[in-house]
C-alpha cells in the first residue's frame, strides 16, 4: 500500500525558513515522479514543485511562485522527499501535500498534509 | 500558463441525480486531464486521469469525457458520499495547473 506521510509544518515568520520532509512506503521512490502541492486556506489547489524519476536523472520543475525560493530534493536510500522552504511569504501559508504523481503528470497518491503557517 | 476553469462553482443536487460539471482549458490539452474528488478537511483523491479512464477502486457511477479544450465530470447518480469539492487539472505542461473547483452540495 502506497503511505506519504508529511511532517515538518508549523509556525514561521515572514522572510524565514522551513524544511518539509516526506515518508515513504509501499514503493521504491527512485521509480517515480514526486511533487509538492499546496492548498491555502478555503482556496484551490496549486502545484508548487516536482522531482522527476531516477531514469528521467531526478530533473526538478518549479511553480514560478516558488521558484528561486524553495528547493525539492530527494533521498531514495531514506524512502524520503524534501522541500526546503526559505524567504517565506505571508501567501505561503497552506497545508502542502506530498504527492507521488505518474510518469505521464498526473498526481495519482496523496499524503495527509502538513499546514505551514507564515505569520508574525 | 494553461488556465483551468470550471463550472459551476457550486451545485446543489440531491441524492439520485445526474450531476455534470465542465473544466475547460485556455488551450488545448489533448487528452491530458485528472479529475479529484475531495471532502472537507481530507486530500484529494484521483477519480479519473486521461480525461475518460476511472482510477482502480473508483466506483462506475464516475466518467469522464473530452478532449482538446472541454472536459466533463458526469456522476451518473449521486450518492451521499459523492458530496464534495472537485478539482480538475492538466497535466500536458509546466507549470501543472487545476481548476478553481466545484462544490456539490446538497439541495
Known amino acids: 500500500e502506497v503511505q506519504l506521510v508529511e511532517s515538518g509544518g508549523g509556525l514561521v515568520q515572514p522572510g524565514g525558513s522551513l524544511r518539509l520532509s516526506c515518508a515513504a512506503s509501499?514503493?521504491?521512490?527512485?521509480?517515480?515522479?514526486m511533487d509538492w502541492v499546496r492548498q491555502a486556506p478555503v482556496k484551490g489547489l496549486e502545484w508548487v514543485a516536482r522531482s522527476r524519476n531516477k531514469p528521467n536523472s531526478y530533473t526538478t520543475e518549479y511553480a514560478a511562485s516558488v521558484k528561486g525560493r524553495f528547493t525539492i530534493s530527494r533521498d531514495d536510500s531514506k524512502n524520503s522527499l524534501f522541500l526546503q522552504m526559505n524567504s517565506l511569504e505571508t501567501e505561503d501559508t497552506a497545508v502542502y501535500y506530498c504527492v507521488r504523481s505518474d510518469s505521464s503528470g498526473y498526481v495519482r497518491y496523496w499524503g495527509q498534509g502538513t499546514l505551514v503557517t507564515v505569520s508574525s | 500558463d494553461i488556465q483551468m476553469t470550471q463550472s459551476p462553482s457550486t451545485l446543489s443536487a440531491s441524492v439520485g441525480d445526474r450531476v455534470t460539471i465542465t473544466c475547460r482549458a485556455s488551450q488545448s490539452i489533448s487528452s491530458w486531464l485528472a479529475w479529484f474528488q475531495q471532502i472537507p478537511g481530507k486530500a484529494p483523491k484521483l477519480l479519473i486521469y486521461k480525461a475518460s479512464s476511472l482510477e482502480s477502486g473508483v466506483p462506475s457511477r464516475f466518467s469522464g469525457s473530452g478532449s482538446g479544450t472541454e472536459f466533463t465530470l458526469t456522476i451518473s447518480s449521486l450518492q451521499p458520499d459523492d458530496f464534495a469539492t472537485y478539482y480538475c487539472?492538466?497535466?500536458?505542461?509546466?507549470?501543472?495547473?487545476f481548476g478553481g473547483g466545484t462544490k456539490v452540495e446538497i439541495k
Open positions: 487539472q492538466q497535466y500536458t505542461g509546466y507549470p501543472l495547473t
Open positions: 509501499g514503493f521504491t521512490l527512485s521509480d517515480h515522479y
